[in-house]
């Protein structure tokens, strides 16, 4: 070929690049576009995007939630892929948010409460209906945490984290281990016990030793109950929800009682630490989150729903918080992805609760006009009275 015809081809090659350019309006193919900044949190971790992403004009989301129960991570992560502030308030009691709700003036968006409490803010109006069309994430939950009788067809409430409270010991100390809930009463045991500052399951375990039902409203029954708790209490060291597992790991006390996830951080750091389901049956709970009847942020607390309980963020919480997991596409993501958390968890009947001792558990639940009664004896048995 002639190097004038080749000169000749170049020049309408040219010519015609830059007339592809101008009617493109100078953009670069899709293909070679740079992909859109990665979220990173504080601690390196790359957050995953929302599927799907949800429109929100709310700027900020306030919660109202159990203390030290959410992942950093995931409230990082929400804040930095929805630009949205959270708002964090803490309780240690359901009863204490109850009151706080109840009281009104409260602008929360989110609360955590437990089973047995959701059927009372219903009845108090202090709950609003779900938009089930609103909520991506239902299909992520296993099946046997849904529908549950304080919550039927999940009108109110999406699960959270579930568990037991049953009993602790540190095997290196307690040379004679408590089978029963009854065996907490044995003098040798006397100032070395923590017990959660709970009072339905507090005085619920105390119901089961004398055989009665941890529902019952017979003003008897909890006469009785009373009486017993209160031979009982001058041997608890200290009454702990917020982290009770802090006294056993430091050595301060020897056994008690606990939930499912304070004893299995506990075991991890200390492996004489033992957890036993009693006798009589282990207490058995479900936290959950509800939106309040006023949430101000609806928005910014259905985008919060979806994207905090997707299986690639709430696996997390194996990691930070292992209760029993309700989130079955999270196990399945820690599965895959986190072998080692999901195998520790699976494998712990701490975590991975045997079934006969949830079929032998005991569900709390509301006790409606005999509600005062549990409260009463609280105050009493708490003041020394």
């Not at 009617?23 to 390196?44: D, H, I, L, N, R």
């Not at 955590?112 to 609003?128: A, F, K, N």
């Not at 033992?274 to 609806?298: C, F, M, R």
Request: aromatic share 10%.
């Amino acid at each position: 070929m002639k190097k004038s015809v080749v000169w000749k081809l170049l020049a309408l090659m040219a010519l015609a690049s830059m007339l592809v350019t101008a009617c493109s309006g100078g953009a670069k193919p899709a293909a070679t576009e740079a992909p859109a900044s990665k979220k990173v949190t504080s601690t390196g971790y790359e957050c995953p995007e929302p599927n799907p992403r949800v429109q929100v004009t709310s700027k900020e989301l306030n919660l109202f939630v159990w203390t030290e129960y959410i992942p950093p991570d995931v409230q990082e992560c929400f804040e930095l892929v929805y630009g949205i502030k959270v708002n964090r308030d803490e309780y240690s009691a359901n009863e204490e948010m109850y009151a706080k709700l109840s009281a009104g003036g409260t602008s929360y968006d989110l609360v955590q409460p437990t089973d047995y409490i959701v059927s009372l803010m219903v009845r108090q109006g202090l709950l609003q209906k779900l938009d089930k069309s609103k909520l991506t994430v239902m299909g992520n939950f296993d099946p046997n945490y849904l529908n549950l009788s304080f919550d039927p067809g999940n009108e109110y409430t999406i699960p959270y984290q579930a568990g037991t409270d049953a009993i602790v010991y540190n095997a290196d100390k307690v040379k004679d281990p408590p089978k029963s809930w009854s065996d907490l009463w044995k003098p040798e045991y006397a100032g070395k016990m923590v017990f959660l500052d709970d009072s339905r399951a507090t005085i619920g375990m105390v119901l089961l030793t004398l055989g009665y039902d941890v529902n019952t409203k017979d003003p008897a029954q909890l006469d009785q109950a009373k009486a017993k708790l209160k031979e009982l209490v001058p041997g608890i060291k200290l009454f702990d929800s917020d982290s009770p597992k802090t006294a056993l790991i430091a050595g301060d006390v020897d056994l008690g009682m606990t939930w499912t996830g304070e004893a299995f951080l506990a075991q991890q750091e200390n492996p004489a630490i033992t957890y036993v389901y009693p006798t009589e049956g282990a207490i058995l709970w479900q936290d959950n989150y509800a939106i309040p009847k006023d949430a101000p942020h609806l928005d910014a607390a259905y985008a919060w729903l979806n994207y905090t309980m997707q299986g690639d963020l709430f696996w997390m919480m194996l990691r930070d918080f292992p209760y029993t997991n309700p989130n079955k596409a999270a196990l399945d993501f820690a599965k895959t992805n986190h072998k080692d958390l999901y195998d520790a968890y699976m494998n712990s009947p701490i975590t991975n609760t045997p079934a006969e001792d949830i079929k032998n558990g005991h569900r709390i639940d509301d006790v409606g006009d005999a509600l005062p009664l549990y409260d009463q004896i609280w105050t009493e048995i708490k003041g020394g009275q």
